[in-house]
């Protein structure tokens, strides 16, 4: 659905994307992860052709994004950072102006105007003006109006920015929805870790405008050598019988605890405990964050993500 090759932005000096290449299947649910100023909203408004590429080429729903930025745009939907619906128009009004706006046949405007409400929850608060909805239903009434024209990609530009834990959960399971129901690839960006892990099928980890890792949540994770067990024991023996399983890839000594690493605690551990006698055995998983940190060096920390947030909206007030 997307192929994108050697794309390179550059800002005068600033490289704000380098030579990414990449490829993203039909019906997936694809995650640029990266803190702020990685250069993930630079790649996307290039495959929406609303930035041109300083070299390099890319190609959408087979449309090269130079050369045929028209076929281009009647493929994706596109959803940005900053909302953009009227607020003191309904949802249904909203939809209504946008699909004349694309040129949504009249015939069938209204039943699709329907569909897309539908879809993303917001049916029953149609007629209701966009100032008195939240914050996630804003949101998913953008998601709504992307998918107006039946778009075949549909872009999200940190769909879940500044929305409360809960809500975000709620715009994960719409986006899963519309990726099931309409048949559509997602391409989302987002420095929310948990987001990733939970919504996409692949991740590319981007820093300084390059692809630093690229692989399915699981398998980043379990790039960063699988899960660790921790064994509380007085048995002597214990270091060098956990040595003998293959799955055990490390033993180590710390603080009294016999430190293992293993492929898959939950597997290894029952086995662990036949052999070695402990008092008390726990175990944990990497997450995405000890990937991204491990990869990058960096910590998307809370603060860093509401400070992107704050500076991003000052800019359009
Ligand atoms: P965020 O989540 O904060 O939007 P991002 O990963 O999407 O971050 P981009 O917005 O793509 O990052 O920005 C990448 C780099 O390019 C940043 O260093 C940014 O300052 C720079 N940049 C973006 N737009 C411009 C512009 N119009 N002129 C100059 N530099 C720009």
Known sequence: MIKIRELVKAYGKLTAVNRLTLDIGENEIFGLLGANGAGKTTTIHML????????????????????????????????FQAPSSDDILTGYENLHLHSMLYS??????????????????????KNDQVKTYSGGMRRRLEIARGLLHKPKVMFLDEPTLGLDPASREV????????????????????????????????????????????????????????????????????AKLAERFDFVNRVEHSNGFL????????????????????????FSSPTLNDVFIQITGRNIDKEQAEGGFMERFAKYD
């Open 104 to 125: 949504v046949p009249r015939q069938i405007r209204r039943k699709r105007i329907e569909e897309v409400l539908e879809l993303v929850g917001l049916a029953d608060r």
């Open 259 to 282: 430190v293992l690493s293993v492929r898959d605690a939950r597997k290894a551990l029952p086995i662990l405990l036949q052999q070695v006698e402990a008092e008390s055995a726990e």
């Open 171 to 238: 715009m994960w399971k719409y986006v899963r929805t519309l990726v099931e129901e309409e048949k559509i690839t997602v391409i989302l960006t987002t420095h929310y870790m948990e987001e990733a892990d939970m919504l996409c099928d692949r991740i590319a980890i981007i820093d300084k405008g390059k692809i630093v890792a690229l692989d399915t949540p699981a398998g980043l994770k379990a790039g960063l050598g699988g899960d660790v067990i921790r064994l509380k024991t007085k048995d002597p023996q214990a």
């Open 48 to 79: 929406a052709t609303l930035l041109k590429p300083t070299s390099g080429s890319a190609t959408v729903n087979g449309y090269d994004i130079v050369t045929q930025p028209a076929k281009v745009r009647s493929s994706i939907g596109i959803v």
